[in-house]
């Protein structure tokens, strides 16, 4: 099986300079034409079987852009969503941080102003995981569109890592590409944030 993991296209509140998270922002126009580009980069380098998305806007238009371009149907899941961000979703990221302090020692089942916590946050990525992996034959092609945040987390649940591990692959860019493949019990990191598809895109 091979997972491709794409982020969405640039978002509103990437302008905007606010905390994101689960605050519903639609793509911009420069998200759009990101996200027709890594469409047509997909169908010219992979035969996708089945798109799965996150609910939110921004991944949802992205997705349907793939679908579009693929002809494959989607499956959205709210497991796929990005980080449960809570009373700082959609603030200006400086009057977030003033208001809603992080504590300096945070452990993984910490909760705070109606927040996911660490362990909450993964287990949900396991979850998505899981299904995708079980729901769907072992030779097939998925794509999974989210978020970076989560998109970490998916990383940590497919090499096992543990919920504190240190381990991370990066922040993933705008339409960001990573694929992972199962032979087996085998799982392999092929590519890490394919962005070749935006090479003629305005920076």
């Known amino acids: 099986m091979k997972l491709l993991v794409i982020r969405h296209g640039q978002s509103e509140a990437d302008i905007l300079n606010v905390m994101e998270g689960r605050a519903d922002f639609s793509l911009t126009p420069l998200g759009i034409a990101q996200a027709k580009q890594?469409?047509?980069?997909?169908?010219?380098?992979y035969d996708i079987d089945k798109i799965y998305s996150s609910t939110l806007k921004r991944a949802k238009q992205t997705a349907e852009t793939l679908s579009n371009r693929t002809s494959t149907s989607i499956t959205?899941?709210?497991d796929l969503m990005e980080w449960q961000n809570g009373l700082v979703a959609g603030m200006p990221r400086a009057e977030a941080i003033a208001?809603?302090?992080?504590?300096?020692k945070k452990h993984p089942h910490t909760a705070m102003y109606n927040q996911e916590s660490d362990i909450q946050f993964r287990m949900r990525a396991e979850t998505a995981l899981s299904k995708i992996i079980n729901e769907n034959p072992a030779g097939q092609t998925i794509a999974i569109v989210s978020h970076n945040g989560l998109i970490m987390r998916l990383f940590h649940s497919f090499i096992g890592a543990p919920i504190t591990s240190n381990v991370h692959i990066g922040r993933t860019g705008d339409t960001g590409i990573h694929e992972w493949r199962i032979t087996g019990d085998r799982r392999e990191i092929i590519h890490?944030?394919?962005?070749?598809?935006?090479?003629?895109?305005p920076q």
């Open 38 to 45: 890594m469409a047509n980069w997909v169908a010219d380098n």
């Open 76 to 78: 959205f899941d709210e």
């Open 99 to 104: 208001t809603y302090p992080q504590p300096e």
């Open 192 to 201: 890490v944030n394919l962005q070749h598809h935006l090479a003629c895109m």
